[in-house]
């Protein structure tokens, strides 16, 4: 009687059962590893942020944007305006009788952001000015929508600047 791994078991029958499992997975397994594939697909889908942006971050921005804006105008002595359009908005501070953009990189002219819509009151096209002391010319409310989603920035009458969403 041979004495080998290969032989003992091909003469007891082992051989045909070990091949036919090495042959592949079945199908039920193969539907359960492609159910988990989707499960963590959608997962990670739903965990990953919008690539434009939360729209609160836009308006936080713009708000402090308006802030430093604002503030500038008490520092610097001089009448800031805060310029918007459905497009963007713009700062311009008056110097020699004339509006001039603010010299500031942090007040650049900057557009609302992809897909933001903007309600500034009844107006397209909105300017408020900042006097020396800080106070707005008027109290506007900003609203910026993006696919029902809407945050209002609140610039009050006494200078207050805030974000509602």
Do not use: C
């Not at 008027?138 to 993006?146: P, S």
């Amino acid at each position: 009687m041979p004495i080998s791994a290969t032989g003992a078991e091909a003469e007891q029958g082992f051989g045909s059962v070990w091949r036919s499992a090495e042959h592949g997975f079945t199908l039920v397994e193969l539907m359960i590893v492609i159910a988990i594939i989707g499960a963590m697909s959608a997962i990670v889908m739903l965990t990953l942020p919008d690539p434009r942006g939360r729209l609160v971050d836009a308006a936080e921005t713009f708000a402090a944007r308006v802030r430093i804006a604002r503030d500038g105008a008490v520092v610097d002595g001089r009448e800031t305006s805060l310029t918007m359009d459905p497009l963007g908005y713009g700062f311009e501070q008056r110097s020699r009788g004339a509006w001039r953009p603010v010299p500031l990189r942090e007040l650049r002219r900057a557009e609302w952001g992809q897909g933001i819509g903007v309600a500034i009151g009844r107006d397209a096209r909105k300017t408020v000015s900042f006097d020396s002391t800080g106070l707005p010319s008027e109290a506007v409310t900003v609203t910026l929508r993006r696919e029902g989603e809407q945050v209002a920035v609140a610039i009050g009458q006494d200078g207050t600047i805030n974000v509602a969403p």
